[in-house]
């Protein structure tokens, strides 16, 4: 009986154990959730927009810059074409304003 009650014991607080991270990340009601990540040291969207604009200008026609939308801030979301055939691969980045490692990798290919 001792055996059974020591794992029981033993399960149940491995179990609260594996709850407690998922409960501490929790909101609490009365404050706000704020996380930030340093996007320092990436390329900014000024930066990024002439960087574009002189891929474009150095590409010899072979890579097309376009304005496809405007985000919810009203900045232009651009696209860039390279290449033509039936095959299509979409690259996207910053699908979240502060991951800016896509869009560095983006640019380094595109150059």
Not at 23 to 49: I, L, R
Request: with cysteine; hydrophobic share 35%; charged share 25%.
């Amino acid at each position: 009986m001792k055996k059974k009650f020591t794992s029981a014991v033993g399960i149940l607080t491995l179990c609260a154990s594996l709850a407690l991270p998922a409960h501490a990340a929790e909101k609490p009601d009365n404050q706000e959730w704020h996380h930030e990540n340093s996007v320092s040291g990436f390329t900014d969207y000024g930066e990024m927009q002439r960087m574009l604009q002189q891929i474009k200008k150095l590409s010899n026609g072979n890579v097309v810059v376009e304005v496809v939308g405007q985000s919810n801030r009203g900045r232009d979301i651009y696209k860039a074409t390279v290449g033509t055939g039936k095959k299509v691969i979409l690259i996207e980045s910053e699908i979240h304003g502060n991951e800016k490692t896509g869009t560095e990798a983006i640019l380094n290919l595109l150059r």
